[in-house]
């Protein structure tokens, strides 16, 4: 199985600052196939971006991702209120298709 | 807009069967797309469990399959899951999900229901 390490465990940044969260695949991720979701408390999670790069639907374009093989990274520009939540990357190349433990982003 | 709500008993006892629903609104799950559920244990991560296609094909984790039953009701317009012989391990937070048209990630979520593995 890829296990997905991402880091930091929690990043605590303020408003209008720059996020920058890590995922990091034991082997390479096929096709860089790999999704990053948000996650705020009681809500359902949210599809940020999908194959490593590409913006869902509605997403702002604060937020980009970036990377291949078994380095990816999302990067929040600007930080705004609503965005401070929890992050997680998850692979579908290759079954079973395993999730990140996540990066809290807290308000500093 | 499409929107998945899960549903079913919050406490289980240990060896018993989990079930679980999924609801969705405002879209026929018979159209298209796969239906799928993850869960994540309370303090641990996200853990991918399977997915049921809008004709009743399956495919589970591997690490769970031995126990796993995914199943589709087209009258009612929702998918269920059935885990069996339970343990407290199996203490999560399960949520239902849709599967991206074209790839095997999950593109719209429900907010999850807890479901904890007590006697």
């Known amino acids: 199985d890829i296990v997905l390490t991402q880091s930091p465990g929690t990043l605590s940044l303020s408003p209008g600052e720059r996020a920058t969260l890590s995922c990091r695949a034991s082997q390479s991720v096929s096709s860089n196939y790999l999704v990053w979701y948000q996650h705020k408390p009681g809500q359902a999670p949210r599809l940020l971006i999908y194959g490593a790069s590409s913006r869902a639907t509605g997403v702002p374009d604060r937020f980009s991702g970036s990377g291949s093989g078994t380095d990816f990274t999302l990067t929040i520009s600007r930080l705004q209120p609503e965005d401070f939540a929890v992050y997680y990357c998850q692979q579908y190349g290759n079954s079973p298709y395993t999730f990140g433990q996540g990066t809290e982003l807290e308000i500093k | 807009q499409v929107q998945l709500q899960e549903s079913g008993p919050g406490l289980v006892k240990p060896s018993d069967t989990l079930s679980l629903t999924c609801d969705v609104s405002?879209?026929?799950?018979?159209?298209?797309?796969?239906w799928g559920w993850i869960r994540q244990p309370p303090g641990k991560g996200l853990e991918w469990i399977g997915y049921?296609?809008?004709?009743?094909?399956?495919f589970y984790n591997p690490s769970l399959k031995s126990r796993v039953t995914m199943s589709i009701d087209t009258s009612k317009n929702h998918f269920s899951l059935k885990l069996t012989s339970v343990t407290a391990v199996d203490t999560a937070v399960y949520y239902c999900a849709r599967k991206d048209r074209g790839h095997w990630y999950f593109d719209l979520w429900g907010r999850g229901a807890l479901v904890t593995v007590s006697s």
């Open positions: 049921i296609s809008y004709s009743g094909s399956t």
């Open positions: 405002d879209y026929s799950i018979t159209s298209s797309y796969w």
